[in-house]
């Protein structure tokens, strides 16, 4: 069975801070894909990322897809309000459906 | 072009009744997704349908929980006699691929009291 550990579960910093979450798997993903959801509503997707070692920039937010596919990080600089919800990563995996790590539940306080 | 729906968008219903949810998928998406999101929590894969393949059912969690999709559109999510713990947020996505990206529906609240 394939699984997703995302860390920290739980996280809460001020406004201007800085922070990483983790998504880490000892399965190689063909894709890795990085969700946001915002209470109410549907997770909405912010990223893929398809080869090893991939960088990708979304304005403040920066994705990494591990070099052997099995892990990726996201990095927000200079955190809004706006940043706040649900961090969700996904794996791709031949036919299989996505797998989800069960998120990283983020606050930013003004 | 219009995104995910999801019908209704809030359900109450009495525990032992049947429900049915609706999800129309975005046109042209070869691949629908059902999950269940409880309060606080990460999202729970419940059946992955596939072009004209056998559906995946392997999420559901018991032989109450059903799900068809007509015509490769439009798909429904049947609940029979439910139970408390079937009270959730009920998400369907659709998407095409590879990589298969995920574009989620608002989701359908069930309460059952």
């Known amino acids: 069975t394939q699984l997703l550990e995302q860390s920290p579960q739980f996280l809460s910093i001020q406004e201007g801070e800085n922070l990483t979450v983790y998504c880490n798997s000892s399965s190689v993903f063909s894709s890795l894909q990085w969700y946001r959801q915002e209470p109410g509503e549907g997770p909405v997707l912010l990223v893929t990322v398809v080869t090893g070692g991939e960088v990708k920039k979304l304005k403040r937010l920066t994705f990494q897809f591990g070099d052997a596919r099995k892990d990726s990080s996201l990095h927000i600089t200079a955190a809004q309000p706006g940043d706040t919800g649900l961090y969700l990563c996904?794996?791709?995996?031949?036919?299989?459906?996505?797998?989800f790590g069960k998120g990283t539940r983020l606050s930013v306080i003004a | 072009g219009a995104g995910v729906s999801q019908s209704p968008s809030n359900k109450v219903t009495e525990k032992g009744k049947d429900v049915e949810l609706r999800c129309d998928p975005i046109?042209?998406?070869?691949?629908l997704y059902w999950y269940r999101q409880s309060l606080g929590q990460g999202l729970e894969f419940l059946i992955y349908f596939q072009g004209n393949s056998a559906p995946d059912k392997s999420g559901l969690p018991s032989d109450r929980f059903s799900a068809e999709r007509t015509g490769g559109s439009v798909s429904t999510l049947t609940i029979q006699r439910t139970q408390q713990e079937d009270s959730a947020v009920y998400l369907c996505?659709?998407?095409?691929?590879?990589?298969?990206?995920?574009?989620f529906g608002p989701g359908t609240r069930l309460t059952v009291t």
């Open positions: 996505a659709s998407g095409r691929g590879p990589p298969y990206e995920q574009y």
């Open positions: 046109s042209g998406h070869t691949a």
């Open positions: 996904a794996g791709e995996s031949g036919n299989t459906p996505l797998v």
